[in-house]
């Protein structure tokens, strides 16, 4: 009797004990994402004016916050996603440090994997764009 009310007191226990684990839900990785995507455009503004200058110190920026959101993302589906588009940026990032007025091949397969990495993050969040409408 007793193996039987610790073997459900086990079975009761688990899922808080996961939670404690650091077990995080996807929503709230995504809440972490968003969190940090609103935080870097609203830091971040480029107008007319913006020179290159502006663009290279802006993306530094969104990078240093998003890899600041990236510590706190734990999920096992999200976390991968949300690294591979970190990853993508310091890419473009480093693209912008060329001197060069040449596109290269390089620089079309980095925009494309932020395009593909990005949406993969969007399918797992549900992140929709904003159309302004």
Same mark, same amino acid.
């Given at each position: 009797?007793?193996?039987?009310?610790?073997?459900?007191?086990?079975?009761?226990?688990?899922?808080?004990?996961?939670?404690?684990?650091?077990?995080?839900?996807?929503?709230? $990785?995504? #809440?972490?994402?968003? &969190? +940090? =995507?609103?935080?870097?455009?609203?830091?971040?503004?480029?107008? %007319?004016?913006? @020179?290159?200058?502006?663009?290279?110190?802006?993306?530094?920026? $969104?990078? #240093?916050?998003?890899? &600041? +959101? =990236?510590?706190?993302?734990?999920?096992?589906?999200?976390?991968? %996603?949300?690294? @591979?588009?970190?990853?993508?940026?310091?890419?473009?990032?480093?693209?912008?440090?060329?001197?060069?007025?040449?596109?290269?091949?390089?620089?079309?397969?980095?925009?494309?994997?932020?395009?593909?990495?990005?949406?993969?993050?969007?399918?797992?969040?549900?992140?929709?764009?904003?159309?302004?409408?």
């Amino acid at each position: 009797m007793k193996r039987r009310l610790v073997a459900a007191a086990l079975v009761l226990v688990f899922p808080f004990g996961m939670a404690a684990c650091g077990a995080q839900s996807k929503e709230a $990785a995504c #809440k972490q994402i968003q &969190k +940090a =995507a609103t935080t870097a455009s609203s830091e971040i503004n480029f107008d %007319a004016n913006s @020179n290159e200058n502006d663009f290279k110190e802006g993306l530094d920026k $969104a990078l #240093k916050i998003y890899k &600041k +959101a =990236a510590k706190k993302v734990t999920n096992k589906k999200v976390k991968p %996603a949300f690294k @591979n588009l970190i990853a993508d940026l310091e890419k473009f990032r480093d693209l912008a440090d060329k001197d060069s007025s040449d596109v290269s091949t390089e620089d079309f397969q980095v925009l494309q994997d932020i395009s593909t990495h990005g949406q993969e993050l969007n399918d797992i969040c549900g992140f929709k764009w904003d159309s302004g409408k």
